[in-house]
């Protein structure tokens, strides 16, 4: 079982019980408040605004974009539409350096072009997964770049859904987007990393920044034996 469902499936299990057992609700109430959501009434504006939230239901949209984007890009791949792309990108990406920043680069452009974080990680790890294991990167390196540009930048495209939630829920304008400072301060180090090798990791899960340090220990062994 995958460590994050293990998490939130024992965390949701945990939040039953501790409802139950403290707050004296039934276990009806529970399933019912997490499948429509709750409304707090505890007569603080702030705090009723942040504990009353939407169920299951309130994700119904989140979940259909997910569900079609992946029907998208598995069509798409089953085609072999992607597989010309991939080869494409490959004439690119032809190191470790050019394949992230091909990958931050592809994320954000299908971010502006919807305004969806969603199908900026989907279709972009659908295309690019087979390029990361030819190069012999490890895939949660392409996970990571994919939150780095398409969860990360997200926020400073102002027609993207998480730029209307942030101007919705603040009341402001797009005048943050300028001071949105992780958005681009995020991106930069992904490439760093890239550059450096620290923070990657071969298909094997090898540390890349250890190469440099394991050759120079294997010098130091060689010249003291001569």
Known sequence: MEPSILAMGSSAIVSVIVAVATQGCSVSSVMEAAL????SQTGVQMVDTILTRGGITSMAGTVAIIFFSSIMAGALKSSGVLDLFVE???KIAKSTRSLVVTTLIFAWGIV???GNQMLGIIIPGKTMGDMYDRLDVDRKVLSRSLEDAATIGSAIIPWSSAAAYITGVLGIGIGYIPFALLCYIVPVFSVLCAITGFGMWNAK????WKKGKETS???NTAFQKK
Do not use: Q
């Open 36 to 39: 429509s959501g709750y409304t």
């Open 88 to 90: 494409l990108l490959l």
């Open 112 to 114: 502006m072009l919807t």
């Open 205 to 208: 899960g090898k540390a890349m």
């Open 217 to 219: 220990e294997k010098w």
